[in-house]
């Protein structure tokens, strides 16, 4: 039996969160989340609006699953039309998404922008994928309908795309508009998550060190019991945790996570 659930969090750094993380179970269980850019203005908004397009689109899909590059632009387009519903600069929508659903055997994640994957196996092993920019700009699905803005980023360094994977290390330079679109076998991992950069700021505030990305999955995936609202529960015990031991989550924080029990 499959089990999904996510949980999100403010950042002790912020004052609003501009992560937010939605489920749903047609046509296909599914997750996603989104991580607003803080130096845009209500990018908190343009979180939920790219969450909520996503959970439409998907819901009234007749041909699903779409390619990595059809849905973004569909998902653009959509969210776009509602900000612009709404009044609200396109700018809104300067935030990452990260969309996990069910194909087959499989969980087939599509990464727009930045993030983190963590997977675990059968065996109990515990690996990460930390998708990450240089310049620390994600390529940002407003840039897709943006040509202005699309060569101004170009300008910026035009591959500045890093896949940290803990298993084979760091990847060469990725031009920023590579595809990110990853397959996890269900016949081999038990656990498949995605979740925002956050994950990769998490702070000791006594020893001013950050945990590793790999330390805090390991915290993250050792989730007992596949009751409901398992990720909600877990995260909220091991925060509290962490908190004891003087551990924060300097920025927002969202995770969804697909188990086989």
Known sequence: MLHYDYYYTIGVTHQVCEDFAMQGDKPVPFLVLSDGCSSSENTEIGARILTMAT???????TDWPWNYSIFGRQLINKAWQVAEEMQLPSSVLD????LAF?????????VYGDGCLLFKD??????????????NAPYYLTYWNDDERREEYAKQEPSPLILSNSMNGLSGPKPFQTPLSFCFSLKKFKMVAIASDGMTQCIDISQKTKLSLNEVASNFLTIQELNHEFVKH?????????????IYPADDLSIGVFAKA
Do not use: C, P, R
């Not at 959970?55 to 899909?61: R, T």
């Not at 069910?102 to 599509?110: A, C, G, N, R, T």
């Open 102 to 110: 069910l194909y087959q055997d499989s969980i087939l994640v599509y």
């Open 55 to 61: 959970k439409h689109l998907l819901e009234n899909a």
């Open 234 to 246: 877990h995260l909220q015990s091991t925060l509290k945790q962490y908190a004891q031991q003087g």
């Open 122 to 135: 059968y065996s109990g092993n515990i690996n990460t994928i930390d998708i990450s920019f240089t310049h």
């Open 95 to 98: 935030a990452t998404v990260m």
